[in-house]
């Protein structure tokens, strides 16, 4: 009888510790990625965030994304968040995937509401100075910098941090409008020289992920396919995205190359978006039925201003300058210039896959 229970019992151990086994795995899972434990604030992993408006949650207090008709989706409230977006923009959903809820805005951080990380982009901000008055990216890391200094984080957490930047549209925004058409090709290496050697500093930092979201396609947006009735993008102006996106992935390569300790991750966000409108406008035109209606036009946007106004414009008795779409749930695009919530889930669906790097070495 002893024989025969020998083998089970051996059995028995070895599922036993299979079992440990496949759990230690979760829990180291759980170390390299920071998932909270069942209660908060035991995260491991931060997330910091530098930028613009499409990763900017709450810091730019007196813009647009404060008033309504900006937030109508949010949940549960309906109201305006401080977001770009008729509710999430991305960095919520990194954060999602990160198992946390977004950091804490810097203009409202304390001692006790920073274990998450700390959003520091600032909506309408750019690489250099733009014409809006906010922290440009230098300034950003900056104050992360002194935070640093300051040891309000260990080595250990910055070492599990992910860094999110999105910067750089707001520049070429700001080069247009200062009507500078003719060095672009010069601008776009600047900028991109910039770009890099801001990036340069977070391996210095001790972070040890760092997420770069890549230049979107500009010539998609809404307020330049205004131009063409939203017809078709602007190739010309995505050409410059594309130049741009070709200078920043050679010289991260390069900084891969060069870097240990430090894991550089690019997302196309010019692929995913430019990917999914085509798809949508092929539909489109090929009168596919079974597409929901405001998908007929992706590239209009759900909260359209009057001409020479913006969404969330009142006149002086309040009336809105702007009109919102039955449904914003099933646009693209929420204003002139940011996918909507909607749009925001479908990129990221496009770029989770790339996410995945974050865990490879
Ligand atoms: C988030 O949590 C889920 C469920 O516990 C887990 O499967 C996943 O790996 C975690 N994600 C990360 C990035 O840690
Ligand atoms: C820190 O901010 C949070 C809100 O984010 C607030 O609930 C809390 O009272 C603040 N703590 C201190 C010490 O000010
Ligand atoms: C960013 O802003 C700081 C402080 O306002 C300024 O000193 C610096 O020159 C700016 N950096 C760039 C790259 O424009
Ligand atoms: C219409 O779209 C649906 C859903 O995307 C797809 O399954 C179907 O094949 C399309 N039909 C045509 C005629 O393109």
């Not at 910098?145 to 999105?166: A, G, M, R």
């Not at 900084?255 to 300790?261: D, I, R, S």
């Not at 009168?287 to 201003?305: D, K």
């Amino acid at each position: 009888m002893k024989k025969h229970q020998s083998p089970s019992i051996i059995t028995l151990t070895t599922t036993l510790l299979l079992v440990l086994l496949s759990n230690l795995r979760v829990e180291g899972t759980r170390k390299t990625y920071g998932v909270a434990d069942s209660g908060s604030g035991n995260n491991n992993v931060k997330l910091f965030v530098f930028g613009d408006s499409y990763v900017d949650t709450e810091n730019a207090v007196h813009s647009k994304a404060y008033s309504w008709p900006y937030g109508i989706s949010s949940y549960p409230d309906h109201r305006p968040t401080g977001r770009n977006s008729d509710g999430k923009v991305f960095t919520d959903y990194i954060a999602n995937y990160l198992n946390m809820t977004a950091p804490i805005p810097n203009a409202f951080r304390n001692e006790s509401n920073i274990q998450n990380g700390i959003n520091f982009a600032f909506g309408g901000t750019g690489v250099y100075d733009t014409h809006i008055d906010g922290p440009n990216l230098t300034a950003q890391i900056n104050s992360f910098e002194q935070l640093i200094q300051q040891k309000l984080f260990t080595k250990e957490d910055l070492q599990n941090s992910v860094v999110l930047v999105n910067a750089g549209a707001n520049d070429y925004s700001k080069h247009f409008q200062d009507r500078k058409f003719f060095d672009i090709p010069k601008f776009i290496s600047r900028l991109v020289n910039q770009l890099t050697t801001e990036l340069k500093r977070f391996p210095s930092l001790g972070v040890g992920k760092v997420l770069v979201v890549l230049l979107q396609p500009v010539g998609c947006l809404p307020l330049v396919t205004f131009i063409d009735f939203h017809l078709v993008c602007i190739d010309l102006v995505n050409k410059i995205s594309e130049s741009h996106n070709k200078q920043l992935n050679n010289a991260i390569g390069q900084l891969k190359a060069e870097t240990t300790g430090t894991n550089f991750v690019t997302l196309d966000l010019y692929k995913a978006m430019l990917q999914f409108l085509e798809e949508m406008m092929m539909k489109a035109r090929n009168g596919n039925s079974s597409v929901s209606n405001a998908y007929w036009n992706p590239l209009r946007e759900c909260c359209e201003p009057n001409l020479g106004h913006e969404c969330g414009d009142v006149d002086d008795d309040n009336n809105p300058l702007y009109k919102v779409c039955d449904n914003p749930g099933a646009a693209f695009f929420w204003d002139q210039a940011h996918p909507s919530e909607t749009g925001w889930s479908i990129i990221f669906a496009i770029l989770r896959p790339s996410l995945h790097q974050l865990t490879q070495h």
